[in-house]
Nanobody, 124 residues
Framework: QVQLQESGGGLVQAGESLRLSCSIS????????RGWFRQAPGKQRELVAA???????DYGNSVQGRFTISRDHTGNTIFLEMNSLKPEDTAVYYC??????????????????WGKGTLVTVSS
């Protein structure tokens, strides 16, 4: 099993920055990709950013150029650097991981493990 714990959420003003962290424990050797997803009230959960063991990355269209995903060399921690935040970035942000190979490494349905989420609120 794999456990994920997010931290770093909070309330910020539009234009400010925030950094999220996700600590991963358990059977880390089984993980092939890690990612951040978010869910705003009344909306579906969506990709924010994902990263593979080979450091390939993918970003949601709305955060491209503003957010950066990274991981430490052990793969035990991943980060999401969020710049130029907008009110529409307000959501619960979830850390997730998958043990699967293939084309779903950056998709909600492709994740096997989820954290409980951390709330990010961006005021205008």
């Amino acid at each position: 099993q794999v456990q994920l714990q997010e931290s770093g959420g909070g309330l910020v003003q539009a234009g400010e920055s925030l950094r999220l962290s996700c600590s991963i424990s358990g059977m880390i050797f089984s993980i092939n990709a890690r990612g951040w997803f978010r869910q705003a009230p009344g909306k579906q959960r969506e990709l924010v950013a994902a990263i593979t063991n080979g450091d390939a990355t993918d970003y949601g269209n709305s955060v491209q150029g503003r957010f950066t995903i990274s991981r430490d060399h052990t793969g035990n921690t991943i980060f999401l650097e969020m710049n130029s935040l907008k009110p529409e970035d307000t959501a619960v942000y979830y850390c997730a991981a998958t043990k699967r190979f293939g084309g779903t490494w950056n998709q909600v349905d492709g994740m096997d493990y989820w954290g409980k989420g951390t709330l990010v609120t961006v005021s205008s």
